[in-house]
């Protein structure tokens, strides 16, 4: 291609970077409505990602967000599209990163943070790092290797990990990969039986605990994916039987085995606190709570006797409320006064998000979008490599707010701004 037009077509590029970048919301966009700026934002971006110039391998990464342009090449439109959506008009999906910008972290200087340690208690097991994989459905959808390939580097990083009802591999298996025991993340279905079996079932394979997720009472529209899948021209059929919703849950793994023929709903539109105490009777299991937003929910777990809740909202894809999960977190910390832990979810992806929320008072951050960019693009490697990225991340802002320990982030060192 000749110099001219490689440089006229990077220019445009260029261009349209800025015209989608947040620094028009600043200000900037009036300069460059035409061809020729006449000033320039401050600072300048000089080295927006290239979509086009992937990663070749984990190492390469520099942040989480550079496997996600390579799990896009890798992962078939559909796939992608379902990890990627949001709902409606995904204001909920960009609030989730544009909430910490209501958080500044106030650094302090003079502490010996040369050595840092992060170990974490998590309902009684003691782990290296507060930060844990949150339950994602159907993980062979973007690897073969799926969710086995991320117990792997689980292992490998220590994280507690959390399995999703969807899951495309058993809980017996994915425990044996992981090395030590899990989470269960149960979606109710309208069944009892459903519910219990699994549970039975997760309690039998070892699991510390069932993450309850609550926040799927409702439909959903999650348009990028539908229209992602539109363009998906491999016939799903061999995959995906959906000639009646038994058909499509029995290749489950967790639905193998079990008397469907009651199950009408994977979710639970009619689950309240009976539920809860239901499962209280059942199970030994430690009971978790996942998608509470609000501060009343999270002090209803606590009298409930819940052991733990995690502020979530679903990473943005059970509605379009516009509620980031990090903007509910200070009430629901506020409110509950420490009678349970609580972990966070949804929209982190670097070191920063993790410690503001840590010095809010919450006891782990779940991360979930970042290693499946990572396990599509790379498989294992690219899991461990992102939930490393993290542990890297988050010890360096640690150092910056002067915390040599978990317990040294304390709310002082978090402002809203
Ligand atoms: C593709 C995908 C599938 C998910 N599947 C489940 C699931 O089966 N059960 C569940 O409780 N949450 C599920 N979640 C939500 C995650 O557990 C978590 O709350 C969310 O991903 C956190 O937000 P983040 O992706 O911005 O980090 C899923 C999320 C994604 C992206």
Redesign the pocket.
């Known amino acids: 291609m000749p110099d001219s037009v490689v440089q006229a077509r990077s220019r445009r590029q260029f261009l349209q970077f800025l015209a989608g970048s947040p620094l028009l919301a600043y200000g900037g966009g009036a300069a460059f409505a035409g061809e020729a700026p006449s000033k320039l934002p401050d600072p300048m971006m000089w080295a927006p990602q290239n979509l086009e110039e992937l990663i070749k391998a984990p190492k390469d990464a520099i942040n989480v967000f550079d496997f996600e342009p390579v799990c896009r090449k890798n992962v078939p439109p559909a796939h992608f599209g379902?990890?990627a959506s949001g709902i409606d008009d995904e204001v909920t999906l960009r609030a989730?990163r544009e909430g910490f910008l209501k958080f500044q972290l106030r650094p302090r200087r003079l502490v010996d943070v040369s050595k840092v340690d992060m170990t974490t208690d998590i309902l009684g097991v003691t782990y290296p790092n507060p930060i844990v994989v949150?339950?994602?459905?159907?993980q062979r959808s973007f690897h073969d290797d799926g969710e086995l390939a991320v117990a792997r580097a689980a292992k490998a990083g220590n994280h507690l990990q959390?399995l999703?009802?969807?899951t495309s591999t058993g809980v017996e298996d994915v425990t044996a990969a992981r090395g030590a025991p899990i989470w269960y993340?149960l979606?109710a279905t309208n069944s009892w039986e459903v519910a219990q079996t699994m549970i039975k079932r997760a309690e039998n394979a070892g699991c510390l605990a069932v993450?309850v997720?609550v926040d799927r009472a409702g439909g959903r529209n999650q348009e990028t994916l539908f229209r992602l899948r539109a363009t998906d021209t491999r016939d799903c059929s061999g995959c995906h039987d959906r000639s009646s919703l038994q058909s499509s849950m029995r290749t489950r793994a967790m639905y193998q085995g079990i008397d469907l023929s009651g199950l009408r709903n994977t979710q639970s539109s009619a689950m309240t606190w009976d539920f809860m105490k239901r499962l209280r009777d059942t199970t030994k299991m430690k009971i978790v709570i996942?998608?509470i937003l609000a501060w009343e929910d999270a002090v209803l777990a606590a009298d409930n006797g819940i052991d733990a809740i995690i502020v979530?909202n679903?990473?943005?894809?059970s509605e379009d409320s516009g509620r980031s999960s990090i903007d509910a977190l200070p009430e629901i910390i506020d409110a509950v006064k420490g009678r349970m832990p609580i972990l966070v979810?949804?929209?982190?992806r670097r070191g920063s998000d993790v410690v503001k929320a840590l010095c809010m008072g919450a006891t782990a951050v779940?991360?979930?979008?970042?290693y499946?960019w990572g396990l599509g693009a790379f498989g294992q490697p690219g899991v461990e490599r992102v939930l490393e990225i993290m542990r890297v991340e988050t010890e360096a802002m640690m150092q910056q707010v002067g915390a040599p320990t978990i317990k040294h982030l304390v709310p002082a060192m978090v402002r809203r701004a």
Not at 345 to 348: A, L, N, P, V
Not at 366 to 370: A, E, I, L, N
């Open positions: 379902y990890m989730n949150a339950p994602i459905g159907g959390i999703s009802t969807a993340q979606y993450a997720t996942k998608g979530s679903h990473g943005a894809r979810d949804s929209g982190f779940c991360v979930g979008r970042p499946i």
